[in-house]
């Protein structure tokens, strides 16, 4: 049974950082695609970041590019998310995901629809 769970998330103040892990288990996931979302009140669940297992290919969503970096400690299982710079519009569930069926050529999907496995989210809060 893969199991995904999130840590990191806190209370920090707007141009702080704050580190989130996801520890993967329950699989070999080396031809997975694992992504980082996020959900604010009222609001759609977004693709933030994702990251190829092997290889190690990355997306980034325009809205945090340059200030989010996504990447994988293959030894630990586990995938992080550096977040510097950060903005109250930030401010959201942020939910580790895995896609087992991930698109060709080192593309990821960008509906959550497709991805496989959840964490339990973990809250960010940045304050103005």
């Known amino acids: 049974q893969v199991q995904l769970v999130e840590s990191g998330g806190g209370l920090v103040q707007a141009g702080g950082s704050l580190r989130l892990s996801c520890a993967a288990s329950?699989?070999?996931?080396?031809?997975?695609?694992m992504a980082w979302f996020r959900q604010a009140p009222g609001r759609e669940r977004d693709l933030v970041a994702a990251?190829?297992?092997?290889?190690?290919?990355?997306y980034y969503a325009d809205s945090v590019k340059g200030r989010f970096t996504v990447s994988r400690d293959n030894a630990k299982n586990t995938v992080l998310l550096q977040m510097n710079s950060l903005k109250p519009e930030d401010t959201a569930v942020y939910y580790c995901?895995?896609?087992?069926?991930?698109?060709?050529?080192?593309?990821?999907?960008?509906?959550?629809?497709?991805?496989?496995?959840w964490g339990q989210g973990t809250q960010v809060t940045v304050s103005s």
């Open positions: 995901a895995a896609d087992d069926s991930p698109p060709p050529y080192n593309n990821f999907y960008i509906h959550p629809n497709k991805y496989d496995y």
């Open positions: 329950g699989r070999t996931f080396s031809s997975y695609a």
């Open positions: 990251i190829r297992w092997s290889g190690g290919s990355t």
